[in-house]
Nanobody, 126 residues
Framework: QVQLVESGGGSVQAGGSLTLSCTSS????????MAWFRQAPGEEREGVAG???????MYADSVKSRFAISRDNAKNTLYLQMNSLKPEDTARYYC????????????????????WGRGTQVTVSS
């Protein structure tokens, strides 16, 4: 069982920055591909950024060049650095992990992620 706990959300003005963190309860964290998803009220969940066990990354087109996903395996922590935030980035952000070898969670395939955090709210005002 993997427990994921997100932190770092908050309210920020457009153009601002936030860094989200996701701490995993298990080790070795490095074996899990991981991803960030988000969901705004009334909207479907969408993939934001993913990272596999080798450090390869994938981003949604809407966040490319603004967001950066990274991981610190020694700390069992996943990060999402968010810059140049826009009001349309407002959503609840969820951390997800995939404990299956070769899984596609990091490619932003939500059904491939088998553990989820409870999320952290990000609100961007104009």
């Amino acid at each position: 069982q993997v427990q994921l706990v997100e932190s770092g959300g908050g309210s920020v003005q457009a153009g601002g920055s936030l860094t989200l963190s996701c701490t995993s309860s298990t080790s070795p964290h490095r074996r899990h591909s991981m991803a960030w998803f988000r969901q705004a009220p009334g909207e479907e969940r969408e993939g934001v950024a993913g990272i596999d066990t080798y450090g390869s990354t994938m981003y949604a087109d809407s966040v490319k060049s603004r967001f950066a996903i990274s991981r610190d395996n020694a700390k069992n922590t996943l990060y999402l650095q968010m810059n140049s935030l826009k009001p349309e980035d407002t959503a609840r952000y969820y951390c997800a992990a995939d404990t299956h070898f070769g899984g596609r969670c990091w490619e932003l395939v939500a059904d491939a992620c088998n553990f989820w955090g409870r999320g952290t709210q990000v609100t961007v005002s104009s």
